[in-house]
């Protein structure tokens, strides 16, 4: 493998350790220019901000050649980035390697694995920002430029992999809504309609079930920590940050309406439309907010309805907090084919999303593997013995 050969480099090149700079030794640290949205002009210059990706495009730039931008401010302060193209930096700053001492590619990837370390000096209560001054005495190993060219491809290819990895996951993304979309889309024909060939009868929501929600929990009634996980609006779908008690869910669970294992929950305030299949684990959701419709699985199977609603235009009304109301609800119609192709529908979609969003398997699951195995194997690489100290 190719460690043998990182070894057998240090081992020829450095035994005794490498030599430790700091970095504003071994790297110009360069604020950027402000520009605001109504002074950028159209072009194709990436213009880096705080965020991950380029905040707009613009037609000049102040970096050329390789830069490392660090973001200066906002979600993603301290953010790290590698560019290789001319850019424009304005509110973050630019991290450019003294030529000879060390390879910029190299100390990318070394400020990358220390990415947390430079999300610990973010300050202000407000937005929060990271300075030139927070990192530029942070110490950096330099071993000799034949190590950091190795250490440089391994981990390059390490990211090509993962970068070939997301692009095939995002064909397949575009796959699955494609099929999807024409699988789940009727077409007319003589006054009927049809859904792959099947004739559909078009069923109003509210005519296929009753719209159901569980009783109302008040504030008072809940803790932080406890034994039945509460889902709120903020959390359905997510980790739960309230519980009731079990004697309150076993009076509500038996006395009002509660969903079945398979039931498709279904978010009606925020973002509308959230789908979550209850896995019948003990839990409560928020009344109104989280909703399921009582279907009759001989008439509509809950996995076609849990197809059905991703690609429904939902009716909302409301100010700020958008809502959908039970009336709205009622009156959306869907196709309803009969179950067998609902089935055959149901069993192709599943096939799809299992490999783009299911974390145990498929490609979500094959990304995060070799993402750990990246992160091992760059913290393995970029970790030296001193050979004296700063």
């Known amino acids: 493998m190719t460690m043998n050969r990182i ?6 090149l450095c035994p005794e350790g490498v030599e430790w700079k700091k970095l504003g030794e071994v790297a110009e640290l360069k604020r950027g220019t402000a520009i605001t949205k109504d002074k950028i002009e159209n072009g194709d210059i990436p213009v880096i901000a705080g965020g991950r990706q380029p905040a707009y495009f613009h037609n000049e730039y102040n970096r050329k050649g390789e830069t490392i931008v660090v973001a200066g401010s906002g979600a993603y302060a301290g953010y790290v980035s590698y560019w290789n193209k001319p850019i424009f930096v304005s509110d973050a700053f630019s991290v450019e390697a ?5 390879i910029t590619k190299y100390l990318y990837y070394y400020l990358l694995n220390k990415q947390d370390f430079i999300h610990s000096k973010k300050k202000g209560s407000g937005v929060p920002h990271v300075h030139i001054g927070d990192i530029i005495s942070f110490p ?7 190590i950091q060219e190795e250490i440089v491809k391994i981990l390059d290819t390490f990211t090509e992999l993962e970068a070939e990895l997301e692009a095939e996951l995002e064909a397949r993304r575009k796959q699955y809504e494609y099929y999807r979309n024409t699988l789940l889309t009727p077409v ?6 049809y859904l792959n060939g099947k004739e559909v009868e078009w069923k109003k929501l509210g005519e296929i079930g009753k719209i159901s929600m569980c ?19 903020g959390t359905f779908g997510g980790k739960p940050d309230s519980f009731i008690s079990r004697e309150l869910y076993e009076k509500y669970k038996q006395k009002y309406p509660y969903p079945k294992k ?4 279904l978010s009606a305030s925020g973002t509308i439309g959230k789908r979550v299949i209850f896995n019948g684990e003990p839990s409560y959701f928020q009344d109104s907010n989280i909703i399921w419709i009582d279907n009759k699985e001989n008439v509509v199977l809950n996995k076609f309805l849990y197809y059905l609603y991703e690609i429904i235009d939902w009716k909302t009304e409301g100010g700020t907090i958008q809502r959908l109301y039970n009336d709205n609800l009622k009156q959306i119609k869907i196709p309803i084919p009969p179950l067998s192709e609902q089935e055959r529908i149901v069993a192709i979609l599943d096939k799809f999303d299992a490999l783009v969003n299911d974390i145990s398997q ?11 195995q990246y992160e091992y194997y760059r913290n393995k690489l970029l970790t030296f013995k001193k ?4």
């Open 7 to 12: 070894e057998k480099l240090i081992a020829e």
């Open 98 to 102: 003294k030529g000879g001492i060390i």
């Open 140 to 146: 950096i190993p330099i071993p000799p430029l034949p």
């Open 188 to 193: 007319e024909h003589a006054g009927r309609w």
């Open 215 to 233: 009783k109302r929990i008040f504030k008072n009634q809940t803790s932080q920590v406890g034994e039945i996980p509460f889902y709120k609006i």
């Open 262 to 265: 398979g039931d498709i929950l």
């Open 362 to 372: 498929g490609l979500p699951a094959e990304i995060e593997a070799r993402r750990k």
């Open 387 to 390: 050979k004296n100290e700063i």
